[in-house]
């Protein structure tokens, strides 16, 4: 399974950690589909994005990540692994947290969150003026 693109190891790798969730080759459909997104012509010429399907769990994989087949077939695997690996200990990935908390970062602050913050900065403002030294002793 392996090629110029992606090392023997890593698909060694991939078929360990499918091993350990239970996941078999015949239990996968596998299709090739066009890309989308820039790219131009090449782009519309190559199937190089994979679309696997997990028949028992029916989890539903599409990777477009890089410009070769056999490192989205790879890269897709992995994918199903985390999505699968997600569902059976029902615990939250790592990728998934790290992108709940740069959701809660980006997400505005409510009027009244806003005003108790403004209301601090203007305390410790305050505070910070009353630090000075006076001019004049």
Same mark, same amino acid.
């Given at each position: 399974?392996?090629?110029?693109?992606?090392?023997?190891?890593?698909?060694?790798?991939?078929?360990?950690?499918?091993?350990?969730?239970?996941?078999?080759?015949?239990?996968?459909?596998?299709?090739?589909?066009?890309?989308?997104?820039?790219?131009?012509?090449?782009?519309?010429?190559?199937?190089?994005?994979?679309?696997?399907?997990?028949?028992?769990?029916?989890?539903?994989?599409?990777?477009?990540?890089?410009?070769?087949?056999?490192?989205? /077939?790879?890269?897709? $695997? @992995?994918?199903?692994?985390? =999505?699968? %690996?997600?569902? #059976?200990?029902?615990? !939250?990935?790592?990728?998934?947290?790290?992108?709940?908390?740069? /959701?809660?970062?980006? $997400? @505005?602050?409510?009027?009244? =969150?806003? %005003?108790?913050? #403004?209301?601090?900065? !203007?305390?410790?403002?305050?505070?910070?003026?009353?630090?000075? /030294?006076?001019?004049?002793?």
């Amino acid at each position: 399974m392996s090629n110029a693109f992606v090392s023997s190891d890593s698909w060694r790798r991939q078929r360990a950690q499918m091993d350990k969730l239970d996941v078999n080759e015949s239990d996968i459909t596998e299709k090739f589909i066009r890309g989308s997104g820039s790219g131009g012509q090449k782009i519309n010429k190559t199937s190089s994005c994979v679309y696997l399907k997990h028949e028992p769990s029916g989890i539903e994989v599409k990777c477009q990540k890089g410009r070769s087949r056999d490192m989205n /077939r790879l890269l897709a $695997r @992995r994918e199903l692994c985390e =999505q699968l %690996e997600e569902r #059976l200990l029902g615990e !939250k990935s790592k990728r998934q947290q790290r992108m709940e908390k740069i /959701r809660r970062q980006k $997400r @505005r602050r409510s009027r009244r =969150q806003k %005003e108790r913050m #403004l209301d601090m900065k !203007k305390i410790q403002g305050t505070k910070k003026q009353m630090r000075k /030294r006076v001019d004049g002793e």
